[in-house]
């Protein structure tokens, strides 16, 4: 979307923190609607715009929930987009999206990448780099891994994992 408006560089870092913000302050599933709204809002902040009237688009939020904005000491003024200005319609256009609320509505704002991480682990346990080996040894170890980061999802899956303190026993 950057490369296609070179004029949305400026706002894009913007963009990123009011999504964050949002999906950290929303976390529940019920939450949602109301953090799509505010994500939403960014159309209104952007043009500098903090509180609004109830509408189509908004019926729910009418201002943003961030503080005041401090003014910067050094640099550029903050970006503001004018109202009918093309930048803004791209923006309005991506935000109000079908296919943007519903990813939005199905996302969890607590995902993270424990389960990669999990299984990365699992895999240097088994087929360490610094050790070399034959790519049929390889693979074997790695099939290794693979059954026992299954079998630990497995048991998640069913309940028979218990953790006591830091250590999981299956």
Not at 43 to 65: A, P, Y
Not at 73 to 80: I, P
Request: hydrophobic share 40%; proline share 4%.
């Amino acid at each position: 979307m950057v490369k296609a408006n070179p004029e949305l560089a400026p706002v894009y870092q913007m963009f990123f923190n009011h999504l964050y913000f949002v999906h950290h302050k929303y976390p529940r599933r019920e939450d949602r609607p109301r953090a799509l709204e505010l994500v939403q809002s960014f159309i209104m902040h952007i043009q500098g715009k903090h509180s609004w009237k109830k509408n189509d688009e908004f019926k729910v939020v009418t201002r943003c929930e961030h503080g005041k904005l401090k003014a910067k000491k050094r640099g550029e003024s903050r970006v503001t987009l004018e109202a009918g200005s093309e930048a803004l319609e791209s923006i309005h256009e991506m935000l109000f999206a079908p296919r943007f609320s519903k990813a939005f509505l199905s996302t969890a704002s607590l995902i993270d990448t424990s389960i990669n991480e999990c299984f990365h682990s699992l895999s240097l346990m088994y087929a360490p780099k610094r050790f070399a080996c034959s790519p049929f040894y390889y693979k074997l170890k790695m099939l290794i891994s693979i059954m026992h980061y299954n079998c630990l999802m497995l048991d998640d899956l069913l309940g028979e994992r218990d953790e006591i303190g830091n250590t999981v026993l299956s």
